[in-house]
């Protein structure tokens, strides 16, 4: 039985992974964390500056592919209401023929 003096949870918000993942400040601290954690283990400095360019232009391949997803996603849409806007012009065509 639920009081009514109780406070209420609540909901967590939901994380919307693909702003996250595509957060070019994201991987420019994964990409630096990376960098300043080999430095201090003793890796050179060239192989310290090959994992960040690596992980940067991962992040960069991830970015266009979510991009490209997107404006594809998008553009399905558009395509999906053109459609169904020409089948209702038609149906209305049709529905009018009968009529007459």
Known sequence: MADSNEIPVAEK?????????????????????????????????????????????????????????LIDAASAGAQAAAANAVQDAQAGQSAEGTQA
Request: hydrophobic share 55%; aromatic share 10%; no cysteine.
């Open 13 to 69: 918000p939901k994380i919307d992974w693909k702003h996250k993942l595509t957060s070019r400040k994201l991987w420019m601290s994964i990409a630096s964390f990376a960098a300043l954690l080999a430095v201090a283990f003793g890796v050179p400095q060239a192989t310290a500056t090959q994992i960040t360019a690596l992980i940067m232009a991962g992040a960069t391949v991830i970015g266009y592919i979510f991009g490209e997803g």
